[in-house]
Protein backbone atom coordinates (compact mmCIF):
# COMPACT_ATOMS: atom_id res chain seq x y z
CA UNK A 1 0.00 0.00 0.00
CA UNK A 2 3.20 2.67 1.18
CA UNK A 3 4.63 1.67 -2.43
CA UNK A 4 1.32 1.65 -4.33
CA UNK A 5 1.24 5.48 -2.51
CA UNK A 6 4.97 6.00 -3.22
CA UNK A 7 4.70 5.25 -6.71
CA UNK A 8 1.70 7.30 -7.35
CA UNK A 9 3.35 10.52 -6.22
CA UNK A 10 6.68 9.81 -8.24
CA UNK A 11 4.19 9.49 -11.17
CA UNK A 12 1.86 12.72 -10.32
CA UNK A 13 6.04 14.46 -10.25
CA UNK A 14 7.21 13.36 -12.99
CA UNK A 15 3.98 14.27 -15.21
CA UNK A 16 3.82 17.55 -13.60
CA UNK A 17 7.65 18.32 -14.32
CA UNK A 18 6.90 16.98 -17.71
CA UNK A 19 3.93 19.35 -18.44
CA UNK A 20 6.08 21.95 -17.16
CA UNK A 21 8.66 21.88 -19.99
CA UNK A 22 5.88 21.32 -22.23
CA UNK A 23 6.49 23.16 -25.27
CA UNK A 24 2.69 24.21 -25.86
CA UNK A 25 0.50 25.68 -23.04
CA UNK A 26 -3.31 25.32 -23.92
CA UNK A 27 -4.05 28.21 -21.91
CA UNK A 28 -2.21 30.64 -23.76
CA UNK A 29 -3.14 29.23 -26.79
CA UNK A 30 0.33 28.80 -29.09
CA UNK A 31 4.05 27.46 -28.34
CA UNK A 32 6.10 29.06 -26.03
CA UNK A 33 9.02 29.49 -28.49
CA UNK A 34 9.05 28.94 -32.08
CA UNK A 35 11.98 28.50 -34.47
CA UNK A 36 11.87 29.97 -38.12
CA UNK A 37 14.67 28.26 -39.70
CA UNK A 38 16.41 28.63 -43.63
CA UNK A 39 14.65 26.26 -45.89
CA UNK A 40 17.03 23.05 -47.12
CA UNK A 41 16.26 25.18 -50.55
CA UNK A 42 17.55 28.38 -49.63
CA UNK A 43 20.40 26.95 -47.81
CA UNK A 44 21.88 25.07 -50.52
CA UNK A 45 21.98 28.23 -52.81
CA UNK A 46 24.57 30.05 -50.55
CA UNK A 47 27.31 29.66 -52.41
CA UNK A 48 29.99 30.52 -50.09
CA UNK A 49 31.69 28.13 -47.58
CA UNK A 50 32.81 30.60 -45.49
CA UNK A 51 37.08 30.23 -46.46
CA UNK A 52 36.57 30.91 -49.94
CA UNK A 53 38.82 33.59 -51.48
CA UNK A 54 37.19 36.27 -54.06
CA UNK A 55 39.64 37.88 -56.60
CA UNK A 56 38.36 41.04 -58.44
CA UNK A 57 39.85 43.03 -61.07
CA UNK A 58 39.23 46.32 -61.90
CA UNK A 59 38.55 47.77 -65.17
CA UNK A 60 42.75 49.29 -64.86
CA UNK A 61 43.89 45.80 -64.00
CA UNK A 62 43.79 46.51 -60.39
CA UNK A 63 43.78 42.98 -58.36
CA UNK A 64 41.48 42.94 -55.01
CA UNK A 65 41.52 39.64 -53.44
CA UNK A 66 39.35 39.16 -50.60
CA UNK A 67 39.35 36.26 -48.29
CA UNK A 68 36.74 34.18 -46.15
CA UNK A 69 36.58 34.68 -42.13
CA UNK A 70 34.32 31.54 -41.84
CA UNK A 71 30.57 31.57 -41.71
CA UNK A 72 28.29 31.97 -38.50
CA UNK A 73 24.96 30.38 -37.63
CA UNK A 74 23.05 32.02 -35.03
CA UNK A 75 19.04 32.25 -34.25
CA UNK A 76 17.87 35.52 -33.58
CA UNK A 77 15.87 36.00 -30.55
CA UNK A 78 12.70 38.48 -30.80
CA UNK A 79 10.53 38.48 -27.49
CA UNK A 80 6.95 39.03 -28.40
CA UNK A 81 4.33 41.17 -26.25
CA UNK A 82 1.63 38.71 -24.49
CA UNK A 83 -1.73 40.34 -23.54
CA UNK A 84 -2.40 37.33 -20.64
CA UNK A 85 -0.33 38.11 -17.40
CA UNK A 86 -0.63 34.44 -16.86
CA UNK A 87 1.31 33.16 -20.22
CA UNK A 88 4.85 33.18 -19.77
CA UNK A 89 6.81 35.42 -22.78
CA UNK A 90 7.14 34.20 -26.09
CA UNK A 91 10.20 34.09 -27.97
CA UNK A 92 10.53 33.92 -31.94
CA UNK A 93 13.87 32.43 -32.86
CA UNK A 94 14.93 33.40 -36.70
CA UNK A 95 18.07 31.98 -38.07
CA UNK A 96 20.70 33.81 -39.66
CA UNK A 97 24.00 32.85 -41.29
CA UNK A 98 26.56 35.54 -42.27
CA UNK A 99 29.78 35.08 -44.34
CA UNK A 100 32.08 38.02 -43.95
CA UNK A 101 34.96 38.52 -46.50
CA UNK A 102 38.06 40.78 -45.83
CA UNK A 103 41.45 42.09 -47.73
CA UNK A 104 43.43 44.90 -47.75
CA UNK A 105 42.68 46.39 -51.30
CA UNK A 106 41.71 50.36 -49.91
CA UNK A 107 39.07 50.07 -52.43
CA UNK A 108 37.59 46.83 -52.12
CA UNK A 109 38.30 45.20 -48.87
CA UNK A 110 35.16 43.90 -47.52
CA UNK A 111 31.65 42.23 -48.62
CA UNK A 112 29.19 40.88 -46.16
CA UNK A 113 26.40 38.66 -46.69
CA UNK A 114 23.92 38.09 -44.60
CA UNK A 115 21.09 34.75 -45.46
CA UNK A 116 18.22 35.35 -42.77
CA UNK A 117 14.29 34.37 -42.31
CA UNK A 118 12.75 38.25 -41.66
CA UNK A 119 11.11 37.97 -38.76
CA UNK A 120 7.88 40.40 -40.09
CA UNK A 121 7.50 37.44 -42.92
CA UNK A 122 8.95 34.46 -42.30
CA UNK A 123 10.56 34.04 -45.70
CA UNK A 124 14.29 33.38 -46.89
CA UNK A 125 16.22 36.59 -47.76
CA UNK A 126 19.48 37.65 -48.48
CA UNK A 127 21.39 40.39 -47.77
CA UNK A 128 24.81 41.60 -49.34
CA UNK A 129 26.71 45.10 -48.02
CA UNK A 130 30.38 46.92 -48.29
CA UNK A 131 32.02 49.37 -45.68
CA UNK A 132 28.71 51.59 -45.29
CA UNK A 133 26.83 50.61 -48.39
CA UNK A 134 23.60 48.72 -48.39
CA UNK A 135 23.29 46.94 -51.65
CA UNK A 136 20.27 45.17 -51.65
CA UNK A 137 17.70 42.61 -49.35
CA UNK A 138 15.87 40.20 -51.56
CA UNK A 139 13.78 37.26 -51.23
CA UNK A 140 15.73 34.34 -52.15
CA UNK A 141 12.86 33.09 -54.53
CA UNK A 142 13.34 36.28 -56.21
CA UNK A 143 16.71 35.00 -57.50
CA UNK A 144 15.24 31.75 -58.73
CA UNK A 145 13.24 33.38 -60.98
CA UNK A 146 15.73 34.24 -64.50
CA UNK A 147 13.06 37.00 -65.66
CA UNK A 148 15.07 39.09 -62.80
CA UNK A 149 18.69 38.39 -64.13
CA UNK A 150 18.92 41.77 -66.97
CA UNK A 151 22.58 41.96 -67.39
CA UNK A 152 25.15 39.43 -68.29
CA UNK A 153 29.49 39.72 -67.63
CA UNK A 154 31.82 37.00 -69.39
CA UNK A 155 33.12 35.13 -66.54
CA UNK A 156 35.64 31.65 -67.31
CA UNK A 157 34.32 32.64 -71.29
CA UNK A 158 30.80 32.24 -70.24
CA UNK A 159 28.13 34.14 -70.38
CA UNK A 160 26.90 34.91 -66.64
CA UNK A 161 23.64 36.67 -65.86
CA UNK A 162 22.49 38.82 -62.98
CA UNK A 163 20.29 41.06 -61.54
CA UNK A 164 21.77 44.98 -60.67
CA UNK A 165 20.99 46.16 -57.39
CA UNK A 166 22.54 50.01 -56.27
CA UNK A 167 23.28 51.00 -53.13
CA UNK A 168 21.33 52.87 -50.49
CA UNK A 169 22.53 56.12 -51.79
CA UNK A 170 23.32 54.81 -55.44
CA UNK A 171 26.37 55.89 -55.32
CA UNK A 172 27.64 51.90 -56.01
CA UNK A 173 25.55 49.19 -57.73
CA UNK A 174 26.45 45.85 -57.98
CA UNK A 175 25.54 42.26 -60.49
CA UNK A 176 24.61 39.80 -58.39
CA UNK A 177 24.39 35.95 -59.65
CA UNK A 178 22.16 33.96 -57.23
CA UNK A 179 25.07 30.72 -57.80
CA UNK A 180 28.56 33.30 -58.27
CA UNK A 181 27.78 35.70 -55.86
CA UNK A 182 29.21 39.31 -56.76
CA UNK A 183 29.83 39.33 -60.51
CA UNK A 184 30.36 42.97 -60.86
CA UNK A 185 31.04 45.80 -58.35
CA UNK A 186 30.99 49.56 -59.31
CA UNK A 187 32.14 51.88 -55.68
CA UNK A 188 31.65 55.71 -55.48
CA UNK A 189 31.75 55.80 -59.21
CA UNK A 190 35.10 54.85 -59.49
CA UNK A 191 36.46 51.71 -60.98
CA UNK A 192 34.69 49.19 -61.65
CA UNK A 193 35.74 45.27 -60.05
CA UNK A 194 34.71 42.14 -62.34
CA UNK A 195 35.11 39.04 -60.48
CA UNK A 196 37.78 37.12 -61.66
Not at 6 to 27: E, I
Not at 114 to 134: F, G, T
Not at 150 to 159: E, V
Amino acid sequence: MKGNFLLCLLTTALLVFLLGFSKYDPNCGRYKDEYYNLTDDSKSKINFKGFDTLVFISNVGDTATLFGHGKTQTNVAFPQQTTNADCPGITEYYEKIEIGFFGDSPELHNLNFKYYVKESSAKDYIELRMDNHYFFTKVLSYMNNPTNYLDTIIYKNNKIYGFNASADDNSSYCLYNLNYGVLRLKINGGKTWILN
